[in-house]
């Protein structure tokens, strides 16, 4: 049962222009949503968040809009540039009293930014 | 920020071996620490969530038995990959959570079997 998913695998944009990455889920439940970069043989690199009570976070390049009648949230980068080339990993967690939620992570899109 | 450290960053072994790998958090106290799977091309898969001082909490299909977790203090916690089969060879990630910092993850280890 995939609670999380991006279901495109990859994602070509010309530098300068906006890259858009997808992600749905599956479980009400999750209150907390996170965007990772992950380069090969790494370990992912934290991006963005954003909590349920929210609907839009702004991190400089990066943007994440959270949809939560849809399920949807998805990853704005703009400009995008070459160095943004990277598998994108949206992930999800229900933080609960415990404020350990483990985290619940998509399939992943690659992203290609073409100089 | 919070930085976590995972030992080693490739490892190659026989099969019927055991391997253990290792995630320490550096500059702060992480009680819950979790450890993932990547398959290629393929999502990161959580394996368990390990809790210092007490059992780990295994994920539907994962072998406890096979997967050894032991967090015997609040800056290690360590996977042991028992008896080890080429099927055991993939990407192994842990991350652990701060609270200032969220989560953060280790470098992964390259586990080959053969």
């Known amino acids: 049962d995939q609670q999380v998913k991006q279901n495109s695998p990859s994602l070509s944009v010309q530098e300068g222009r906006i890259s858009i990455l997808n992600c749905d889920y599956t479980?009400?439940?999750?209150?907390?949503f996170l965007w990772y970069k992950k380069y090969p043989a790494e370990g992912p690199t934290f991006l963005i968040s954003?909590?349920?009570?929210?609907d839009k976070n702004e991190d400089g390049r990066f943007t994440v809009f959270l949809n939560k009648s849809a399920k949807h949230l998805s990853l704005h980068i703009v400009p995008s540039q070459p160095g943004d080339s990277a598998v994108y990993f949206c992930a999800a967690s229900v933080r609960g009293s415990s404020n350990t939620g483990k985290l619940i992570f998509g399939q992943g899109t690659t992203l290609q930014v073409k100089p | 920020g919070a930085v976590v450290s995972q030992h080693p960053s490739r490892v190659i072994c026989k099969s019927g071996t055991s391997v253990k790998i290792e995630c320490r958090s550096l500059?702060?106290?992480?009680?819950?620490m979790f450890w993932y799977r990547q398959f290629p091309k393929k999502s990161l898969m959580l394996m368990a969530t390990s809790n210092e001082g007490s059992k780990a909490t295994y994920e539907q299909g994962v072998e406890k038995d096979k997967f050894l977790i032991n967090h015997a203090s609040l800056t290690l916690s360590t996977l042991t990959v028992t008896s080890a089969h080429p099927e055991d060879s993939s990407f192994y990630i842990c991350?652990?959570?701060?609270?200032?910092?969220?989560?953060?993850f280790g470098s992964g280890t390259r586990l080959t079997v053969v």
């Open positions: 500059d702060f106290q992480a009680t819950t």
């Open positions: 991350s652990a959570r701060d609270v200032h910092s969220g989560y953060t």
């Open positions: 954003i909590s349920s009570i929210k």
């Open positions: 479980n009400s439940m999750f209150d907390y």
